[in-house]
């Protein structure tokens, strides 16, 4: 049981995963998500982005997960017709303590989730992490030249296991298990095997020698 003091935070539930440090463009357009907008916008700026489990982005009713990232608007433009087009980045992990009604908008009372404190992570995690996804983006070059070439990741594994995540060719419940990984190490091992899977899959589909 989370110990720390709840605090309520709007919530918007899609069908991806933001990770912290990424970035996430979004296109606001439903009515109670553009009054949410006004209401972040007019506040600190921050909002959860919460994977939907079950349902629809649109219309409500949807099962969401428990764990989230707070998304800070970075840039906004108010469209004349009241939509929204804005730019967010993920800046930490949060776990739903309690989901409030959904009126006006989703809502819920969140606490930080922060890594547990595990002894220093092996560089070699690291490692094995970007030699992967380096092996993938290669295969995927082959099949398409449009891919762009890996980009540099940061020198601390927790941070370069988000922004390797982020951009990953993973599926949406890959992802949100990498984000509930509160083990650095484990998510690091995790996010390795994911990308070696998707190498060896690319490999078999594409008939790809290595």
């Not at 819920?108 to 030699?131: C, F, G, K, N, Q």
């Amino acid at each position: 049981m989370d110990s720390a003091a709840a605090v309520t935070m709007p919530m918007f539930p899609l069908g991806t995963v933001l990770f912290p440090y990424a970035l996430l463009p979004l296109h606001v357009f439903e009515p109670r998500y553009r009054l949410m907008m006004r209401h972040v916008l007019d506040g600190d700026r921050e909002f959860g982005v919460v994977l939907i489990e079950r349902g629809s982005e649109v219309g409500g009713g949807d099962t969401r997960f428990d764990v989230a990232t707070v998304a800070r608007v970075v840039q906004a433009a108010e469209q004349p017709d009241g939509r929204y087009v804005v730019a967010t980045v993920g800046m930490r992990r949060v776990r739903v303590r309690r989901w409030l009604d959904d009126d006006p908008y989703p809502r819920a009372e969140v606490v930080t989730l922060d890594d547990l404190p595990t002894a220093a992570v092996d560089d070699s995690e690291r490692e094995r992490v970007l030699d992967a996804f380096a092996r993938v983006t290669a295969l995927a070059r082959r099949i398409d030249p449009r891919i762009e070439e890996p980009p540099t990741f940061d020198a601390d594994p927790a941070r370069a296991s988000y922004e390797v995540a982020a951009v990953a060719p993973i599926g949406p419940l890959d992802a949100q298990q990498l984000l509930a990984t509160r083990d650095v190490g484990a998510r690091l091992a995790l996010l390795a095997d994911l990308l070696e899977e998707r190498a060896v899959d690319l490999r078999a589909r594409f008939d790809l020698d290595e």
